[in-house]
Structures are given as C-alpha cells and as structure tokens.
C-alpha cells in the first residue's frame, strides 16, 4: 500500500516546468508584441485622419470665402491683373466689400495659414501639430470679367493647392497629405 501511495503522488519534473513556462512566455511574448504593433498602427491612422481633416478644414475656410465673396484683382497684390500663376497669396472681397487675404507663413519652424481681413494683422487658421509645406492660388481668368468691357465672360475661380504633415509625435514618419480644389465665386455683378 505505501508502494501505491507513491506513485500518486508524483508531481511535474523540472523540464516539465520550464517546457511549460517557455511556452507561456513565447506567447504572453507574442500577444505584446502584437498588442503594441496594432496600437502603434491605430495612432498612425488616426495622425493621417486628423491631418486630412485639419487640411479639409483650412481648405474649407478659404473655399467658404471664394463662394461668397470675389477677387479683388485691384488689391496692390495683383495690380489690377494676375501676371502669372500660381500666387502666393489669394485677395477677396467679402459680401461687404471687406478684404480678406490668405497666405501661407513660417511661424516657429512650421508652415501655417494666416488670414487676415487687411492684410496687417493675421490669424492662424492651423492647429500646432500641423504644418503647411505648400500653398498656391491658381486664379482664373486673369483680368477681372465683372469690368465695363470684360475680356472674358468666365466667372472668377481660384484652384487652391495646398500640402500639409502632422508634426506630432504620432506623425512622425508619415507621408505627406495633398490636397487640392476649385472653387467658383458665387458672386454675379453683370
């Protein structure tokens, strides 16, 4: 009967243990370095969805104004007529007959659109983890068509190109966001 007794109470060998604990620490391992890799992957993603909608917004902003307003081809910037495209800064009028300018400017080593509603004093339109490494106006027709004799019949409309990258933390090593649109004045003065 002691015999017996014996044999029961065998327990695990010590290779055993160590076979079972190296499976275990292979696989707590694994699940880490998966866990990290896909929360890595989520940040990234998100530092591109919110560059591409901080870009969107400053789009928006200056698109918004187009609509509504129209080019000021008299404004000291173009001097009665656009000479060449692209430009660097894009002169409305509002509904009100107020200038509005946009541009884009180097604040602290990013690049930042500014508007301005005389072109002295300006205000970013950029949150700080975003910065602006091109923007240019392709302004249409090149003389303004609302004139006694216009050249053209076409309405006014601005191409507005602009490229922007999430400087943030979670940005860092992600490409670059392009973006680009047309936009027509909604302004008739015929």
Do not use: C
């Not at 500014?114 to 970013?124: A, D, I, Y």
């Not at 910065?131 to 392709?138: A, E, R, V, W």
């Not at 006694?148 to 943030?168: D, E, R, W, Y």
């Amino acid at each position: 009967m002691h015999k017996r007794q014996q044999d029961n109470q065998q327990g695990f060998t010590m290779i055993e243990i160590l076979v079972t604990m190296a499976i275990f620490v292979s696989a707590v391992s694994s699940l880490s370095a998966i866990f990290l890799y896909s929360n890595q992957s989520q940040r990234k993603t998100q530092a591109i969805q919110q560059t591409q909608s901080d870009s969107r917004f400053a789009m928006e902003v200056i698109a918004q104004q187009v609509r509504k307003g129209s080019i000021d081809y008299a404004s000291t910037q173009y001097g009665g007529t656009i000479a060449s495209n692209p430009q660097d800064v894009l002169v409305l009028r509002d509904t009100a007959d107020n200038q509005v300018w946009f541009r884009r400017n180097e604040v602290g080593g990013r690049g930042v659109i500014e508007m301005s509603e005389n072109g002295t004093l300006w205000v970013e339109l950029t949150p700080p983890d975003l910065s602006i490494t091109l923007l240019k106006f392709y302004i249409s027709p090149s003389a303004d068509p609302f004139i006694a004799s216009p050249a053209t019949n076409q309405q006014p409309m601005v191409t507005i190109v602009m490229t922007s990258s999430n400087i943030s933390i979670e940005g860092e090593g992600l490409p670059s966001v392009s973006t680009q649109t047309t936009v027509t004045s909604r302004q008739y003065v015929r």
